[in-house]
């Protein structure tokens, strides 16, 4: 269900840059969707990980916008997700992105999902982030 002020808040947005005026909805599947991914073994190439690593950004910025009810409704999902997330992926404080995106301007309090890594290293990703110091923490059989 969308509070009434999704729309207001995507367009806010969209006008301080994001490419679109994105629904709340929108971006909290696109996050859950990242982190089932992540946990599943994210292959795909760096700069496409750190593209969609963006969707939490956006939440992070949409957060200050909405009406209070909203944030009621939606913050146990994305505390959810926010929690699977922290648990498939290993803290370095970024120095494995930052070899590959620019971070230094994320707050590292606010935006802790930029200084995480995944623990499961497979394909493209696994290849590009081992090659800048990443350590496979996959659990083992």
Do not use: C
Not at 115 to 139: E, F, K, M, Q
């Amino acid at each position: 269900m969308e509070p009434p002020n999704d729309q207001a808040t995507g367009e806010v947005l969209h006008q301080r840059g994001w490419r679109k005026a994105f629904t709340l909805a929108e971006m909290i599947d696109k996050w859950a969707w990242f982190v089932v991914t992540v946990e599943n073994g994210y292959d795909d190439m760096v700069d496409e990980y750190t593209n969609d690593l963006y969707s939490r950004n956006w939440l992070h910025e949409a957060w200050v916008l909405l009406p209070g009810h909203a944030i009621v409704t939606w913050t146990p999902r994305i505390k959810e997700f926010d929690d699977r997330f922290r648990a498939a992926t290993v803290f370095d404080d970024g120095q494995v992105l930052a070899q590959f995106h620019r971070i230094s301007s994320f707050d590292p309090d606010d935006m802790w999902w930029w200084r995480r890594y995944p623990r499961l290293l497979v394909g493209d990703l696994g290849r590009d982030l081992r090659s800048a110091g990443a350590v496979d923490h996959a659990p083992h059989p």
